[in-house]
């Protein structure tokens, strides 16, 4: 019995391990997801002084390639009603990023938020 489960265990692991060498993570997408929410932090959180135009441009790219628009008050003045509401808006596009970081791009990003509409 318990070398069968310690069988399954190491199936199970090894499994896991070979999913992790087809993931190719590129490092410039991933910088790039990673400055644009330092600035949405350092605005929200830190209450740093950022240009709209800086701000927005990030609001843009999470919106382009999440799919999740930011719930802010206005584009015009790029502004959470609350804290807790621009958290929420983090965790998700913080989660998008880990579900599609394997073989994302920074090319298909640009191409996406260069596409984008308000």
């Not at 310690?6 to 692991?13: A, C, N, Q």
């Not at 843009?60 to 799919?67: L, P, Y």
């Not at 502004?79 to 929420?88: R, V």
Request: net charge positive.
């Amino acid at each position: 019995m318990i070398i069968r489960l310690l069988k399954i265990i190491v199936i199970v692991l090894f499994a896991c391990e070979w999913k992790n060498k087809d993931c190719h993570i590129d490092k410039a997408f991933k910088s790039l997801f990673e400055s644009k929410l330092e600035i949405m932090k350092a605005s929200e959180i830190h209450k740093i002084d950022m240009t709209i135009n800086e701000k927005l441009k990030a609001i843009i790219f999470f919106n382009a390639i999440t799919g999740h628009h930011a719930r802010i008050e206005s584009y015009h003045i790029p502004l959470y009603e609350d804290i807790e509401t621009f958290k929420q808006d983090i965790r998700v596009w913080s989660k998008w990023y880990e579900n599609q970081k394997c073989g994302y791009t920074k090319e298909k990003a640009d191409s996406l938020v260069s596409a984008y509409k308000l």
